[in-house]
Protein backbone atom coordinates (compact mmCIF):
# COMPACT_ATOMS: atom_id res chain seq x y z
CA UNK A 1 0.00 0.00 0.00
CA UNK A 2 2.79 2.20 1.11
CA UNK A 3 4.50 1.34 -2.47
CA UNK A 4 1.13 2.19 -4.42
CA UNK A 5 0.74 5.57 -2.70
CA UNK A 6 4.26 6.77 -3.66
CA UNK A 7 3.76 5.81 -7.13
CA UNK A 8 -0.04 7.39 -7.19
CA UNK A 9 2.15 10.91 -5.82
CA UNK A 10 4.52 10.59 -8.43
CA UNK A 11 2.58 10.29 -11.33
CA UNK A 12 -0.22 12.60 -9.72
CA UNK A 13 2.85 15.12 -9.19
CA UNK A 14 4.34 14.08 -12.97
CA UNK A 15 0.68 15.00 -14.79
CA UNK A 16 0.55 18.41 -12.60
CA UNK A 17 4.08 19.48 -14.04
CA UNK A 18 2.65 18.83 -17.37
CA UNK A 19 -0.52 20.26 -17.34
CA UNK A 20 -0.50 23.01 -19.96
CA UNK A 21 -3.72 24.40 -19.04
CA UNK A 22 -5.74 24.86 -16.02
CA UNK A 23 -8.69 22.43 -17.51
CA UNK A 24 -5.73 20.22 -17.87
CA UNK A 25 -4.86 20.75 -14.14
CA UNK A 26 -8.92 20.43 -12.49
CA UNK A 27 -8.80 17.09 -15.12
CA UNK A 28 -5.77 16.21 -12.77
CA UNK A 29 -7.48 16.91 -9.59
CA UNK A 30 -10.54 15.20 -10.35
CA UNK A 31 -8.74 12.07 -11.21
CA UNK A 32 -6.57 11.55 -8.40
CA UNK A 33 -8.24 13.47 -5.64
CA UNK A 34 -11.63 12.93 -6.38
CA UNK A 35 -14.47 10.49 -4.63
CA UNK A 36 -13.90 7.70 -7.17
CA UNK A 37 -10.11 8.15 -7.29
CA UNK A 38 -7.05 5.67 -6.44
CA UNK A 39 -6.42 7.37 -3.50
CA UNK A 40 -10.33 7.32 -1.67
CA UNK A 41 -9.67 3.50 -2.74
CA UNK A 42 -6.18 2.78 -1.31
CA UNK A 43 -8.15 4.25 1.67
CA UNK A 44 -11.01 1.85 1.74
CA UNK A 45 -9.16 -1.12 1.80
CA UNK A 46 -7.49 0.25 5.01
CA UNK A 47 -9.70 -1.93 6.60
CA UNK A 48 -7.44 -5.11 6.00
CA UNK A 49 -4.42 -3.60 7.47
CA UNK A 50 -3.30 -4.31 11.22
CA UNK A 51 -4.08 -1.90 14.10
CA UNK A 52 -0.43 -0.61 13.71
CA UNK A 53 -0.25 -0.27 10.09
CA UNK A 54 -3.77 1.53 10.10
CA UNK A 55 -3.01 5.00 11.21
CA UNK A 56 0.77 4.85 9.09
CA UNK A 57 -0.88 4.29 5.82
CA UNK A 58 -3.59 6.89 6.98
CA UNK A 59 -1.32 9.58 7.79
CA UNK A 60 0.94 8.76 4.41
CA UNK A 61 -2.40 8.72 2.36
CA UNK A 62 -3.23 12.28 3.91
CA UNK A 63 0.31 13.54 3.56
CA UNK A 64 0.25 12.15 -0.51
CA UNK A 65 -3.18 14.27 -0.73
CA UNK A 66 -1.73 17.50 0.50
CA UNK A 67 1.31 17.03 -1.03
CA UNK A 68 -1.05 16.88 -4.67
CA UNK A 69 -3.43 19.06 -3.50
CA UNK A 70 -0.81 21.71 -2.50
CA UNK A 71 1.26 20.62 -6.19
CA UNK A 72 -2.29 21.42 -7.94
CA UNK A 73 -2.77 24.99 -6.13
CA UNK A 74 1.04 26.18 -6.94
CA UNK A 75 0.15 24.97 -10.53
CA UNK A 76 -2.55 26.71 -10.76
CA UNK A 77 -1.17 30.35 -9.46
CA UNK A 78 1.62 29.55 -12.11
CA UNK A 79 -0.37 29.09 -14.70
CA UNK A 80 -3.17 31.96 -13.85
CA UNK A 81 -0.15 34.20 -13.73
CA UNK A 82 1.00 33.13 -17.55
CA UNK A 83 -2.91 33.38 -18.78
CA UNK A 84 -2.73 37.11 -17.11
CA UNK A 85 0.33 37.69 -18.98
CA UNK A 86 -0.43 36.67 -21.80
CA UNK A 87 -3.94 38.49 -21.93
CA UNK A 88 -1.64 42.02 -21.18
CA UNK A 89 0.51 41.27 -23.88
CA UNK A 90 -2.02 40.92 -26.12
CA UNK A 91 -4.05 43.90 -25.13
CA UNK A 92 -1.79 46.15 -24.71
CA UNK A 93 -2.62 49.91 -25.21
CA UNK A 94 0.07 52.11 -26.39
CA UNK A 95 -0.89 55.21 -24.70
CA UNK A 96 1.40 57.51 -26.03
CA UNK A 97 -0.33 57.29 -29.93
CA UNK A 98 -1.67 60.28 -30.90
CA UNK A 99 -5.63 60.27 -30.28
CA UNK A 100 -7.96 60.24 -33.57
CA UNK A 101 -9.42 63.83 -34.70
CA UNK A 102 -12.63 64.52 -33.70
CA UNK A 103 -14.78 66.19 -36.42
CA UNK A 104 -16.75 68.87 -35.26
CA UNK A 105 -19.43 70.32 -37.66
CA UNK A 106 -19.78 74.24 -37.40
CA UNK A 107 -22.42 76.73 -38.66
CA UNK A 108 -23.55 76.73 -42.26
CA UNK A 109 -22.16 79.75 -43.73
CA UNK A 110 -25.90 80.85 -44.69
CA UNK A 111 -26.28 80.46 -41.09
CA UNK A 112 -23.41 82.93 -40.18
CA UNK A 113 -24.68 85.31 -42.59
CA UNK A 114 -27.75 85.58 -41.62
CA UNK A 115 -26.87 86.07 -38.03
CA UNK A 116 -23.84 88.69 -39.53
CA UNK A 117 -26.82 90.68 -41.38
CA UNK A 118 -29.54 90.43 -38.02
CA UNK A 119 -26.24 91.82 -35.72
CA UNK A 120 -25.56 94.50 -38.00
CA UNK A 121 -29.43 96.18 -37.98
CA UNK A 122 -29.70 95.64 -34.12
CA UNK A 123 -27.06 97.07 -34.02
CA UNK A 124 -28.90 99.96 -35.57
CA UNK A 125 -32.28 99.44 -33.72
CA UNK A 126 -33.93 97.11 -35.56
CA UNK A 127 -36.04 94.47 -33.99
CA UNK A 128 -36.32 90.79 -36.13
CA UNK A 129 -39.41 89.94 -36.87
CA UNK A 130 -40.77 86.21 -38.25
CA UNK A 131 -44.04 85.12 -40.02
CA UNK A 132 -45.27 81.91 -41.89
CA UNK A 133 -43.67 80.61 -44.62
CA UNK A 134 -47.42 79.32 -46.08
CA UNK A 135 -48.59 82.79 -46.35
CA UNK A 136 -52.32 84.39 -47.56
CA UNK A 137 -52.23 85.70 -51.48
CA UNK A 138 -53.94 88.90 -49.25
CA UNK A 139 -50.49 89.76 -47.55
CA UNK A 140 -47.89 88.15 -49.79
CA UNK A 141 -49.91 90.42 -52.62
CA UNK A 142 -52.74 92.57 -52.08
CA UNK A 143 -51.69 94.14 -48.97
CA UNK A 144 -48.05 94.79 -50.90
CA UNK A 145 -49.88 96.96 -53.94
CA UNK A 146 -50.01 94.33 -56.06
CA UNK A 147 -53.91 93.32 -56.88
CA UNK A 148 -55.17 90.14 -58.37
CA UNK A 149 -54.67 90.77 -61.97
CA UNK A 150 -51.26 93.19 -61.53
CA UNK A 151 -48.59 92.17 -63.97
CA UNK A 152 -45.98 92.24 -61.40
CA UNK A 153 -47.24 88.99 -60.03
CA UNK A 154 -46.24 87.43 -63.39
CA UNK A 155 -42.85 88.72 -62.37
CA UNK A 156 -42.86 86.02 -59.21
CA UNK A 157 -44.32 83.37 -60.50
CA UNK A 158 -45.25 81.26 -57.18
CA UNK A 159 -45.63 77.73 -56.08
CA UNK A 160 -49.86 77.85 -54.76
CA UNK A 161 -51.49 75.63 -52.53
CA UNK A 162 -54.78 76.87 -53.22
CA UNK A 163 -56.11 79.84 -54.83
CA UNK A 164 -55.44 81.77 -52.00
CA UNK A 165 -52.63 80.73 -49.79
CA UNK A 166 -48.86 79.50 -51.46
CA UNK A 167 -45.99 79.81 -49.99
CA UNK A 168 -44.62 83.61 -49.64
CA UNK A 169 -42.56 84.64 -52.63
CA UNK A 170 -40.66 87.40 -50.42
CA UNK A 171 -40.66 88.17 -46.72
CA UNK A 172 -42.53 91.16 -47.57
CA UNK A 173 -45.72 89.77 -45.74
CA UNK A 174 -43.93 89.72 -42.51
CA UNK A 175 -44.05 93.27 -42.57
CA UNK A 176 -47.62 93.76 -43.74
CA UNK A 177 -48.74 91.93 -41.22
CA UNK A 178 -46.59 93.51 -38.41
CA UNK A 179 -47.89 97.16 -39.46
CA UNK A 180 -51.47 95.85 -39.43
CA UNK A 181 -51.43 94.22 -36.38
CA UNK A 182 -49.60 97.18 -34.90
CA UNK A 183 -52.23 98.28 -32.91
CA UNK A 184 -51.28 102.34 -31.90
CA UNK A 185 -50.45 102.41 -35.77
CA UNK A 186 -47.41 103.84 -34.31
CA UNK A 187 -43.51 103.89 -35.50
CA UNK A 188 -42.16 100.05 -36.94
CA UNK A 189 -38.24 99.49 -37.13
CA UNK A 190 -37.49 95.62 -38.07
CA UNK A 191 -35.51 93.02 -40.46
CA UNK A 192 -37.84 90.36 -41.84
CA UNK A 193 -35.18 86.97 -42.15
CA UNK A 194 -36.60 84.39 -43.91
CA UNK A 195 -37.25 81.80 -47.03
CA UNK A 196 -38.88 82.90 -49.48
CA UNK A 197 -40.41 80.60 -53.01
CA UNK A 198 -40.27 80.98 -56.87
CA UNK A 199 -41.12 79.12 -59.42
CA UNK A 200 -37.71 79.64 -60.75
CA UNK A 201 -35.41 76.82 -62.49
CA UNK A 202 -32.67 76.31 -60.15
CA UNK A 203 -29.09 77.44 -61.95
CA UNK A 204 -25.84 78.92 -60.63
CA UNK A 205 -27.82 82.21 -59.43
CA UNK A 206 -31.03 81.28 -59.09
CA UNK A 207 -32.92 79.28 -57.13
CA UNK A 208 -36.33 78.21 -56.55
CA UNK A 209 -36.24 78.96 -53.04
CA UNK A 210 -33.74 81.27 -51.06
CA UNK A 211 -33.14 83.07 -47.91
CA UNK A 212 -34.03 87.06 -47.98
CA UNK A 213 -33.74 89.60 -45.41
CA UNK A 214 -36.09 92.73 -45.77
CA UNK A 215 -36.06 95.76 -43.92
CA UNK A 216 -39.01 98.00 -43.08
CA UNK A 217 -38.72 101.74 -40.83
CA UNK A 218 -41.71 103.71 -40.35
CA UNK A 219 -42.36 106.57 -38.54
CA UNK A 220 -42.93 110.29 -38.97
CA UNK A 221 -40.96 112.24 -41.21
CA UNK A 222 -38.51 109.34 -42.73
CA UNK A 223 -36.97 110.25 -45.53
CA UNK A 224 -34.99 108.71 -48.99
CA UNK A 225 -31.96 109.91 -47.72
CA UNK A 226 -32.31 107.73 -44.08
CA UNK A 227 -32.65 104.95 -46.43
CA UNK A 228 -29.53 106.18 -47.89
CA UNK A 229 -27.74 106.20 -44.60
CA UNK A 230 -28.65 102.91 -43.43
CA UNK A 231 -27.72 101.41 -46.38
CA UNK A 232 -24.21 102.78 -46.53
CA UNK A 233 -23.72 101.72 -42.88
CA UNK A 234 -24.65 98.36 -43.83
CA UNK A 235 -22.96 97.70 -47.37
CA UNK A 236 -19.62 99.48 -45.37
CA UNK A 237 -19.86 97.18 -42.05
CA UNK A 238 -20.37 94.10 -44.56
CA UNK A 239 -18.21 94.59 -47.66
CA UNK A 240 -15.41 97.06 -46.70
CA UNK A 241 -15.42 100.76 -45.23
CA UNK A 242 -13.46 101.49 -48.47
CA UNK A 243 -16.66 100.36 -50.15
CA UNK A 244 -18.71 103.30 -51.60
CA UNK A 245 -22.39 102.73 -52.54
CA UNK A 246 -24.48 103.92 -55.50
CA UNK A 247 -28.66 104.15 -55.90
CA UNK A 248 -30.31 103.64 -59.50
CA UNK A 249 -33.61 104.33 -59.80
CA UNK A 250 -35.77 101.17 -60.34
CA UNK A 251 -39.36 99.81 -60.23
CA UNK A 252 -41.48 98.21 -57.43
CA UNK A 253 -44.89 98.30 -56.97
CA UNK A 254 -44.54 98.54 -52.67
CA UNK A 255 -42.39 100.88 -53.06
CA UNK A 256 -42.23 104.90 -54.58
CA UNK A 257 -39.98 105.92 -55.79
CA UNK A 258 -38.03 102.58 -55.87
CA UNK A 259 -33.64 102.16 -56.07
CA UNK A 260 -31.63 99.18 -56.53
CA UNK A 261 -27.75 99.81 -54.88
CA UNK A 262 -24.87 98.85 -56.04
CA UNK A 263 -21.68 98.73 -54.19
CA UNK A 264 -18.30 99.75 -55.73
CA UNK A 265 -16.65 96.87 -57.13
CA UNK A 266 -13.59 95.28 -54.46
CA UNK A 267 -11.71 93.41 -57.45
CA UNK A 268 -11.39 96.64 -59.89
CA UNK A 269 -12.32 99.05 -57.28
CA UNK A 270 -14.85 100.73 -59.40
CA UNK A 271 -12.11 100.48 -62.59
CA UNK A 272 -14.05 97.78 -64.33
CA UNK A 273 -13.16 94.00 -64.70
CA UNK A 274 -14.95 90.59 -64.97
CA UNK A 275 -16.60 90.52 -61.41
CA UNK A 276 -18.27 93.70 -62.44
CA UNK A 277 -18.91 93.41 -66.01
CA UNK A 278 -17.04 96.49 -66.55
CA UNK A 279 -19.25 98.76 -64.78
CA UNK A 280 -17.05 99.01 -61.72
CA UNK A 281 -20.34 98.35 -59.75
CA UNK A 282 -21.94 95.21 -58.26
CA UNK A 283 -25.74 95.67 -57.60
CA UNK A 284 -26.80 94.44 -53.91
CA UNK A 285 -29.91 95.24 -52.61
CA UNK A 286 -33.32 96.96 -53.85
CA UNK A 287 -35.59 99.07 -51.81
CA UNK A 288 -37.37 102.38 -51.87
CA UNK A 289 -40.34 104.75 -49.92
CA UNK A 290 -43.13 102.14 -48.90
CA UNK A 291 -45.92 103.22 -51.51
CA UNK A 292 -48.90 105.03 -49.76
CA UNK A 293 -51.04 102.48 -50.79
CA UNK A 294 -49.31 100.33 -48.89
CA UNK A 295 -48.99 102.04 -45.73
CA UNK A 296 -53.29 102.80 -45.77
CA UNK A 297 -53.94 99.44 -46.66
CA UNK A 298 -51.47 98.55 -42.98
CA UNK A 299 -54.17 101.26 -41.56
CA UNK A 300 -51.39 103.88 -41.74
CA UNK A 301 -52.65 107.85 -42.29
CA UNK A 302 -49.73 107.83 -44.80
CA UNK A 303 -50.09 111.67 -44.62
CA UNK A 304 -48.63 111.53 -41.12
CA UNK A 305 -46.32 108.58 -41.89
CA UNK A 306 -43.71 107.96 -44.35
CA UNK A 307 -41.19 104.39 -44.61
CA UNK A 308 -38.52 103.00 -46.12
CA UNK A 309 -38.22 99.24 -46.72
CA UNK A 310 -35.47 97.18 -48.76
CA UNK A 311 -34.49 93.98 -49.49
CA UNK A 312 -31.51 91.50 -50.70
CA UNK A 313 -31.07 87.85 -50.93
CA UNK A 314 -28.79 86.53 -48.22
CA UNK A 315 -27.07 83.96 -50.84
CA UNK A 316 -25.91 86.76 -53.14
CA UNK A 317 -24.28 88.81 -50.33
CA UNK A 318 -22.37 85.75 -48.75
CA UNK A 319 -22.14 84.79 -52.75
CA UNK A 320 -20.18 88.35 -52.78
CA UNK A 321 -18.75 88.42 -49.42
CA UNK A 322 -17.16 84.95 -50.24
CA UNK A 323 -17.10 85.03 -53.90
CA UNK A 324 -19.13 82.09 -54.30
CA UNK A 325 -19.33 81.31 -57.98
CA UNK A 326 -22.91 79.01 -57.80
CA UNK A 327 -25.98 79.32 -55.50
CA UNK A 328 -26.70 75.58 -55.12
CA UNK A 329 -23.59 75.60 -53.13
CA UNK A 330 -25.58 76.63 -50.16
CA UNK A 331 -27.87 73.73 -50.48
CA UNK A 332 -26.11 70.80 -51.57
CA UNK A 333 -23.73 70.73 -48.26
CA UNK A 334 -20.62 69.46 -49.76
CA UNK A 335 -18.32 69.41 -46.26
CA UNK A 336 -15.53 70.40 -48.71
CA UNK A 337 -17.62 73.15 -49.45
CA UNK A 338 -18.72 74.25 -45.88
CA UNK A 339 -15.44 73.68 -43.75
CA UNK A 340 -14.13 77.01 -45.55
CA UNK A 341 -15.87 79.03 -43.40
CA UNK A 342 -15.48 77.65 -39.78
CA UNK A 343 -13.84 80.41 -38.08
CA UNK A 344 -11.22 77.73 -36.18
C1 LIG B 1 -43.43 96.45 -47.15
C2 LIG B 1 -43.20 97.51 -47.97
C3 LIG B 1 -42.12 97.47 -48.84
C4 LIG B 1 -39.29 95.41 -49.73
C5 LIG B 1 -38.36 95.60 -50.88
C6 LIG B 1 -36.94 95.16 -52.51
C7 LIG B 1 -37.15 96.49 -52.73
C8 LIG B 1 -36.06 94.34 -53.36
C9 LIG B 1 -35.26 92.17 -53.84
C10 LIG B 1 -33.84 92.13 -53.52
C11 LIG B 1 -33.22 90.90 -54.05
C12 LIG B 1 -35.76 90.79 -53.65
O1 LIG B 1 -34.19 88.93 -52.81
S1 LIG B 1 -34.43 89.71 -53.93
O2 LIG B 1 -34.63 89.10 -55.16
N1 LIG B 1 -36.02 93.06 -53.07
O3 LIG B 1 -35.42 94.82 -54.23
N2 LIG B 1 -37.63 94.67 -51.47
S2 LIG B 1 -38.21 97.07 -51.57
O4 LIG B 1 -40.24 96.39 -49.73
C13 LIG B 1 -41.29 96.39 -48.88
C14 LIG B 1 -41.51 95.33 -48.04
C15 LIG B 1 -42.59 95.36 -47.17
C16 LIG B 1 -44.61 96.46 -46.21
Known sequence: MK??????KAEALEK???????KELQQVKVEYLGKKGPITEVLRGMGKLSAEQRPLIGQMANDVRSDISSAIESKQATLEEAALEKQLEEEKIDVTLPGRPIHAGGRHILTSILEEIEDLFIGMGFAVAEGPEVEQD????????LPKGHPARDMQDSFYITEEILMRTHTSPVQ???????EGKGPVKIICPGKVYRRDTDDATHSHQFTQVEGLLVDENVRMSDLKGVLNVFAKQMFGEDREIRLRPSFFPFTEPSVEMDISCKVC????????????WIEILGGGMVHPNVLEMAGYDSKKYTGFAFGMG?????????????????????????NQFHKA
Do not use: P, Q
Open 3 to 8: ERLLEL
Open 16 to 22: VANAGGV
Open 138 to 145: YYNFEALN
Open 269 to 280: AGEGCSVCKGTG
Open 314 to 338: AERIAMLKYGIDDIRHFYTNDVRFL
Open 176 to 182: ARTMTNN
